[in-house]
């Protein structure tokens, strides 16, 4: 019998054509209909899997209605209901597992920053001010656990953590590193070597502690956190001597500049934070003394992963408001996503942060992060994102610069995620390094 | 180039209109941008557009004021070719996206009114454009039939009854300095084209601002609705069928917004060279490093080869298809190529490029505004590749 050309294609799709196989070879054949997102959450353990759809829904329900107005008035929205919020759920004390924190236990195991990042896209995807914001937190608390300490993990952290998820009470940490002068310096050896900073320590044998004197700058959540994780060097000695001190709120001398006037991410602060003799009592150093390079640059280490989650998330966040653009606007008598150039566009933008996706997960899918891991897939994940959301803003044409859409907020937000962490070339030599004596070695045949 | 003799137009000419923009940049555009603002302080701007009246940088279809021949788009266009116009916005767009892209849209419009060489029903000062519909400007199709789904029909009719016409529809996205005195309307009269122009204070057209924007903020857009709109006879501008001015205007469309994004690129290019000789890391300027020499020879090869396709378009007939598809190319390619120059000079800033202070994150939204707007690269492909389709070459 003669078949219309539309049953044709209809009898020609996988799913029916599977019909014609044998029972093994039908077994063999994944006709599961489920979205993108739910495809790659199956593939996830169960402990990771629950984190991601709690992350999913909690920024569906806290962060997307709050995003617009966090973006446009960064100063006149309140951020303590969101972080006490965050708090309760679980979303700040990731990093440790429970009797003290709240990650899944064998994932932890598996790979300590896997969580966050899962988390970290979800949020992004909504907002990447209000992603920072909760996860800039995270940072501040790396080099505490990553001091190997016993005396700062036990008697910081768990109180922090206890009083956060347990009370519910909003706490927030950050971590300072930038200083005016030495931004990149910071983050590579050979710049490190020859970093003018001005943020010293000095020893003060009657009071049995240190007085911090200098400034730090573009510290995401400077002026909203609690603690602050700073480093700086001995008095008359070089980055060598780099500490990590733990810096409290209030302490006399300690205070916040300028907060910096951003493109994007707005919804969270970058702040300088200026120290004049600031005291600091010696249980308040953060590991050994002189450990604060090496310290610094494992915790940037863990957090690229992170960063490139979220320069997934505000790659994924514009295509799929991209996509629901496409789905409600014509063009003509047709929907925008009826067009076969418009599908092709989309779905290389899903490609693209599959890729993306994929790239992350590898690099953090282990106990410890690795620098070449973290810094090629950070700098992978935020190259893409900021192609994606070009790509967005470009389908959506005159669309897509409006604030409203939310494509172009993503795409703001995304520009950062190339810079911050240290910039995406400072990233490429920060693989080169690690790989030298192995795979980049000049000397090597 | 701005040495080199062009057709046209001698190379003193060249530099006197780089100069002329040179000097209204300096001494009435940066004044915007003391004080912490991203944008610049618009609240200046009235006073700055008036200026650029004054001087005879803004055309306008009022003959009496300076710049109705020789301003952007002036009336003159045809005689010198689209450099002087095209270096004009881009030297503005240097200093300020939004005001070059102010001047452009008035420009235009005026020059439409201005090649009609007729009696109007009243001359205005400042007008704007009104030509897309939807997201869209319209599609090859769409200019040859604008009654055809080609893919999408001009839904803005005018239809002649004894005395006026009566207009209904809808234009969205259009550019214009604030405050216009009228529009220039295009829409669907008897299945062709036709180009009216509309009081703006009349009854039945309705103004809405598209609100929060990512760039040139200094430029209104708007979209405009018009509600049984009784327009005189005389105020329609062409001879029986607009679709020759449909293809002028997206001509000077696409033109002046690529001179506006190659400015743009030429001013974040200088200023990352700036930058560059100033900053040191690693214990030396960073221009000595490998990664920030790259970025910076990677733009300016970008701006050159953006400024080649642009002043290759100065010979052409603005009212040809053929030329319109050169134009549709320039504009896709020099969008591409300026946005990434903008954005690699914005890397070499670091953290302080994304900070407003200086400067560079205004330039990188505007150019990526210019790249969406009227005419995104995904609408300019399908534009390119259908002017050949058609046949219509």
């Not at chain 2, 939004?98 to 009114?113: D, F, I, Y």
């Not at chain 2, 997201?135 to 039939?145: A, D, E, M, N, Q």
Request: proline share 4%; aromatic share 8%; hydrophobic share 40%.
């Amino acid at each position: 019998m003669k078949q219309s050309l539309e049953g044709r294609i209809e009898q020609l799709k996988l799913k029916n054509a599977t019909e014609t196989m044998n029972i093994f070879g039908r077994l063999l054949v994944d006709n599961r209909e489920m979205s993108l997102w739910e495809h790659d959450t199956k593939t996830l353990s169960w402990g990771v899997r629950r984190w991601r759809r709690k992350a999913l829904k909690f920024a569906r329900e806290y962060i997307r209605p709050l995003a617009p107005q966090a973006d446009l008035h960064p100063h006149d929205y309140d951020p303590q209901p969101i972080l006490a919020a965050a708090a309760r759920h679980g979303f700040q004390t990731l990093l440790l597992v429970p009797p003290l924190g709240t990650a899944s236990i064998l994932p932890y195991c598996r790979g300590t920053a896997f969580q966050v990042a899962v988390v970290g896209e979800e949020f992004a995807t909504e907002c990447g001010g209000l992603a920072l914001l909760l996860l800039a937190h995270n940072l501040g608390i790396v080099p505490l656990l990553l001091s190997g300490s016993l005396r700062n993990i036990i008697g910081q952290l768990v109180p922090f953590y206890l009083k956060s998820y347990i009370l519910g009470r909003p706490a927030c940490m950050a971590f300072a590193i930038t200083e005016p002068g030495a931004g990149s310096d910071v983050e590579e050896t050979e710049g490190g070597a020859k970093a003018k900073l001005v943020t010293t320590a000095k020893y003060d044998p009657k009071k049995k502690g240190y007085v911090l004197n200098g400034r730090k700058c573009f510290i995401s959540d400077g002026a909203k956190a609690d603690k602050v994780t700073v480093y700086a060097k001995l008095e008359d000695e070089g980055i060598e001597s780099w500490t990590c001190f733990l810096v409290e709120k209030g302490m006399p001398g300690f205070s916040v500049g300028r907060s910096e006037r951003k493109m994007g991410q707005r919804a969270s602060d970058a702040s300088e934070l200026i120290f004049d003799n600031v005291f600091v009592p010696k249980k308040n150093v953060v590991g050994k003394l002189r450990s604060g390079w090496a310290n610094n640059r494992n915790v940037l280490n863990y957090s690229r992963p992170v960063v490139g989650a979220m320069a997934l998330g505000h790659g994924r966040g514009a295509f799929e408001r991209c996509l629901e653009f496409c789905r409600k606007t014509n063009l003509g008598p047709k929907r925008l996503i009826e067009y076969q150039d418009v599908q092709l566009e989309l779905a290389d933008m899903a490609i693209s942060l599959w890729a993306a996706r994929s790239m992350i997960w590898h690099s953090c899918k282990q106990f410890r992060c690795y620098q070449s891991g973290s810094a090629s897939a950070k700098v992978f994940a935020s190259d893409t994102a900021f192609k994606v959301c070009n790509q967005a803003m470009e389908l959506m044409g005159d669309h897509g610069y409006l604030h409203s859409h939310g494509v172009e907020r993503a795409w703001r937000d995304s520009r950062l995620t190339q810079i911050y962490e240290g910039t995406n070339q400072i990233n490429r030599l920060a693989l080169f390094e690690h790989h030298l004596s192995t795979d980049f070695n000049p000397a090597l045949d | 180039m701005d040495k080199e003799p062009v057709s046209g137009i001698c190379a003193v000419d060249v530099m006197h209109y780089q100069d002329l923009a040179r000097q209204y940049a300096k001494k009435s555009l940066l004044p915007i941008f003391q004080g912490e603002y991203s944008d610049g302080n618009l609240s200046l701007l009235p006073e700055k557009l008036n200026t650029a009246f004054d001087i005879g940088i803004a055309a306008t279809p009022d003959e009496s004021l300076a710049g109705c021949q020789y301003g952007i788009w002036g009336g003159a266009l045809d005689e010198t070719g689209i450099m002087p116009s095209a270096l004009l916005l881009s030297v503005i767009a240097e200093t300020c996206g939004g005001v070059a892209m102010c001047l452009h849209a008035q420009g235009v419009a005026s020059n439409l009114l201005l090649g009609a060489k007729r009696k109007l029903p009243f001359v205005p000062v400042r007008v704007a454009l009104c030509l897309q519909e939807g997201f869209y400007p319209p599609f090859i199709g769409t200019v040859i039939s604008p009654d055809q789904d080609a893919p999408a029909k001009i839904t803005t009719t005018a239809v002649q009854t004894n005395k006026h016409y009566i207009m209904n529809g809808s234009k969205s996205f259009v550019y214009s300095m604030n405050d216009v005195d009228a529009y220039i309307v295009f829409a669907l009269v008897n299945g062709t084209w036709g180009c009216f122009i509309v009081n703006a204070y009349e009854n039945g057209v309705e103004m809405m601002d598209v609100g929060v924007r990512t760039g040139l903020r200094a430029c209104r857009v708007e979209h405009v609705k018009f509600n049984n709109l009784k327009i005189p006879l005389e105020a329609r501008i062409d001879d029986g069928d607009a679709r020759e001015l449909v293809i002028r205007a997206l001509n000077l469309n696409w033109t002046g917004m690529a001179a506006i994004a190659a400015g743009i690129a030429k001013g974040a290019s200088a200023a990352a060279r700036r930058y560059a000789a100033e900053r040191y890391q690693g214990g030396k300027q960073i221009e000595e490093h490998p990664a920030v020499k790259m970025l910076i020879a990677g733009a300016e090869a970008s701006v050159a080869s953006a400024e080649a396709a642009l002043f290759a378009l100065q010979d052409g007939n603005l009212g040809s298809l053929k030329h319109l598809k050169k134009t549709a190319a320039a504009k896709l390619s020099v969008m591409e190529l300026c946005s990434r120059a903008v954005t690699d000079c914005l890397q070499i800033f670091g953290g302080y490029g994304y900070m407003e202070d200086y400067g560079m994150e205004k330039r990188l939204r505007d150019v990526t505004v210019l790249k969406s707007a009227s005419g995104s690269p995904t609408y300019l492909k399908q534009f390119i590749f259908d002017i050949e389709k058609e046949g219509v070459l």
